[in-house]
């Protein structure tokens, strides 16, 4: 089924339900919504003259228009190609020249006479570029409406650049059937959705944020743009004040600096419904501020771009267990299987490994990519055996619940033992000083590798390297304790928020070699 039909479905039944909303503001119905998207469909297919299949891109930060795009390239049988727009103009070219797109729709700053504009053109001579806020976009919504294109499941919808916190990204391609997966199991394994509730796009919609549109046109519910088209921890709290009933999805650095603000003024997140958080670690230290300071708001999902937002959830039930004898355990975890998946934890020759034993992270169902666009040396290194293999790695309890260790690539052997980096984060972050934390391996004589932990301090706090020391040999074995101390004021971040562990690493590189 083409995933159109999701909002045309909406826009029959609850036709004057709001749908889009700049801040407070609200912009469109769900008919008025239905009724654009279906124009500019008919102008994708007729005056742009795009063929079914064609790949279009968006280079937007999160604006009212990013909903109506995404919905008009699959209503005309196109795939779309969402581009974080903090990326730099080169690695936008990559991305347009891998993709072969046909079309790129901008924002400001990537106007089609901007020299970013003239390069890509040169990458993919066939690329059109059209503005959103320009007058050639807004003829296209007064175009002649046309049907849904039909769509075969496997069929592709959304091309999905990985991050690339390691090397060149690729395009991770996900068909209708993956996100229609991915949506029906939201409500099963993360939350309920009301045609009341609002989602707010705090985080970029080229990403997680922007994959919970279906969950939330499927309900008819309320689509919230903040008008700083960012993650703006006060104006999340004011528009949840205001709007009520909002959840969000965020990444857990971005969790922080909420509980920070929400705190900082006395509250307690009001108006907020859920905020599903993941991408990245959420440290136990964190979690449990983040319950204190927000209460039963927060779900915990474990996913990856190749099996998107689904392969565990820890449920809003399961944090606010507190009574359970292992619920600091189970916080400390990414939950359980989502119930569209299949995941085990494998040894190298992929058998499953059982209760307690870690091993790399599989997964097989029906949320788990085609492939890799293009890419079949690298679709055969991640697709086989029946499994996605997730380069993660982890253990189950007896109860089902998954906890992760570590990408196996930034698993540290020392002296030929493993250490996991996120055990020792979890040590250092229970130290009140400690704002961030990351360990990583740095090259040894003697052990092949040794961790090191590179230390943000919450302002005005200090602490010293040896206190930090002490406080890891009261929790964790002698060998995994960091061999170093490095503080900085902040640490490198790619524009998701998760922390990039190979410039870390970089640093110990002899010059040259980085
Ligand atoms: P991406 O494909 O960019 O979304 O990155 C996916 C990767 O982020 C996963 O393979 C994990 O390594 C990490 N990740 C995602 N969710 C979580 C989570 N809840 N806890 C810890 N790491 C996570």
């Not at 280079?59 to 008009?72: I, M, R, S, T, V």
């Amino acid at each position: 089924m083409n995933l159109a039909h999701l909002l045309a479905r909406t826009a029959r039944v609850f036709p004057e339900r709001p749908a889009l909303l700049l801040g407070t503001r609200a912009i469109s119905s769900y008919s008025g919504l239905a009724r654009r998207v279906a124009a500019i469909a008919g102008a994708l297919r007729g005056a742009c003259g795009l063929q079914a299949g064609e790949r279009v891109a968006l280079l937007l930060g999160n604006c009212p228009q990013y909903l109506e795009l995404l919905y008009a390239i699959w209503h005309a049988g196109l795939v779309a190609v969402p581009i974080n727009s903090k990326l730099h103009a080169r690695e936008v070219a990559f991305i347009l020249e891998d993709s072969q797109a046909s079309l790129l729709f901008s924002g400001a700053g990537a106007a089609p006479s901007s020299p970013a504009a003239a390069m890509w053109s040169a990458c993919v001579p066939r690329l059109r570029i059209i503005a959103v806020d320009d007058g050639d976009y807004q003829r296209l919504a007064t175009s002649e409406p046309i049907a849904i294109s039909a769509a075969a499941p496997d069929d592709l919808a959304w091309l999905f650049y990985t991050s690339g916190t390691t090397g060149r990204p690729k395009g991770v391609m996900l068909s209708h059937r993956n996100l229609l997966a991915m949506t029906l199991s939201y409500f099963a394994d993360v939350d309920q959705a009301l045609p009341a509730d609002g989602i707010l796009y705090a985080a970029p919609m080229s990403h997680g944020a922007g994959m919970y549109n279906f969950v939330h046109v499927l309900v008819g519910a309320r689509h919230v743009v903040p008008e700083s088209g960012a993650f703006d921890a006060a104006e999340i709290i004011e528009l949840a004040r205001s709007l009520r009933q909002l959840s969000l999805f965020a990444a857990p650095t971005m969790v922080r600096r909420l509980v920070d603000r929400v705190a900082a003024r006395g509250g307690d997140g009001e108006g907020i419904k859920t905020i599903v958080y993941g991408g990245g670690p959420m440290y136990l230290a964190d979690a449990q501020r983040a319950l204190a300071v927000l209460g039963n708001r927060l779900v915990q999902i474990y996913g990856q771009g190749e099996s998107p937002m689904t392969i565990t959830a820890l449920s809003r039930q399961h944090h606010a267990d507190r009574d359970h004898p292992r619920h600091l355990e189970r916080l400390a975890s990414v939950g359980v299987a989502h119930s569209v998946v299949e995941v085990i934890v494998a040894d190298a020759n992929g058998r499953s490994l059982p209760a307690g034993e870690v091993g790399e992270i599989l997964v097989r169902g029906d949320t788990v990519m085609q492939g890799y666009w293009h890419n079949p040396q690298a679709t055969a290194a991640t697709l086989y055996g029946g499994w996605l293999h997730t380069g993660d790695v982890g253990s189950f309890d007896g109860d089902g619940f998954l906890t992760l260790r570590d990408r196996s690539k930034d698993v540290i052997i020392s002296g030929g033992a493993n250490i996991y980096p996120r055990e020792v984060e979890e040590v250092l972050l229970q130290h009140p000083a400690v704002a961030e934390v990351a360990v990583v391996g740095r090259p040894s004589t003697e052990w092949g590798e040794e961790a090191v932990a590179f230390v943000v301090c919450r302002p005005p706090m200090t602490v010293p390297g040896g206190d930090l020391d002490q406080l890891c040999l009261q929790s964790i074995a002698r060998f995994k304790r960091p061999r170093a101390y490095f503080f900085l004021a902040e640490l490198p971040k790619n524009h998701y928020g998760k922390v990039l562990k190979n410039e870390l690493r970089r640093r110990f590189m002899p010059p040259g070699e980085n």
